[in-house]
């Protein structure tokens, strides 16, 4: 599976949208983009995926690029309850059905 | 809730005690899944298994033994481990490889 790349850290102010990025450089054809967060001491939450276009759902949008070498995690008006580790994953949807967790962008919404 | 329930939510054992954590899913998933997550390092895959059978183990040592007695339940039995296994345990299940995983609360685990 491809490798992804997300900063360390991440600071939103509430209400304001929060923009997450993610590069995926190596992505091939079949691999999907995955996101998902976790708040402190909770299992991971499924936000989102893609595989070229983008796509909106009650939680999110995922702006993937044309050559979907990378990714923008957009939630619209970010709220304290956003706050978490949120991480990029690229699955190529293999045979052995993994997720591969990188270190991920912790976000902080502010007040 | 997710559809993946772990118990027990919190487990303190001594390393000589043998334990198991449970994960249930009525989800109708194929696939399931047992993560470790250690402080402040990123979530590790420790085994996968597929329609119940094991189809990775991620160089996980052997005092974890998992089991998956059928497509609902996975178990992850705990002997003779030690203070550094001390981590929070995940379970995940999913669909397929192109569907969303679902992940259970997880079970802090405590090694004395």
């Known amino acids: 599976d491809a490798k992804t790349t997300q900063p360390t850290s991440m600071d939103c102010a509430e209400g304001r949208a929060a923009n997450l990025p993610c590069n995926h450089s190596t992505i091939s054809g079949n691999e999907y983009v995955y996101w998902y967060r976790q708040i402190h001491s909770q299992g991971p939450q499924y936000i989102i995926h893609?595989?070229?276009n983008n796509e909106t759902n009650e939680m999110a949008s995922l702006i993937i690029t044309e050559d979907r070498k990378s990714s923008t995690l957009i939630l619209p008006h970010a709220t304290l309850r956003d706050t978490a580790v949120y991480y990029c994953i690229v699955n190529s949807g293999g045979s052995n059905y993994k997720l591969t967790f990188g270190k991920g962008t912790l976000l902080t919404v502010n007040p | 809730e997710t559809g993946v329930t772990q118990t027990p939510r919190h487990l303190v054992m001594g390393m000589t005690n043998k334990k198991s954590l449970k994960c249930e899913q009525h989800?109708?998933?194929?696939?399931m899944y047992w993560y470790k997550q250690s402080a402040k390092k990123p979530l590790e895959l420790m085994f996968v298994y597929n329609f119940k059978e094991q189809t990775e183990n991620n160089s996980v040592p052997s005092r974890f033994s998992p089991e998956c007695p059928n497509s609902s339940h996975l178990f992850l039995h705990l002997h003779t481990l030690q203070p550094e296994d001390s981590a929070l345990y995940l379970c995940?299940?999913?669909?397929?490889?192109?569907?969303?995983?679902?992940f259970g609360q997880g079970t802090r685990l405590t090694v004395v």
């Open positions: 893609g595989l070229k």
């Open positions: 995940a299940s999913s669909q397929s490889a192109n569907t969303e995983a679902f």
């Open positions: 989800l109708g998933h194929n696939a």
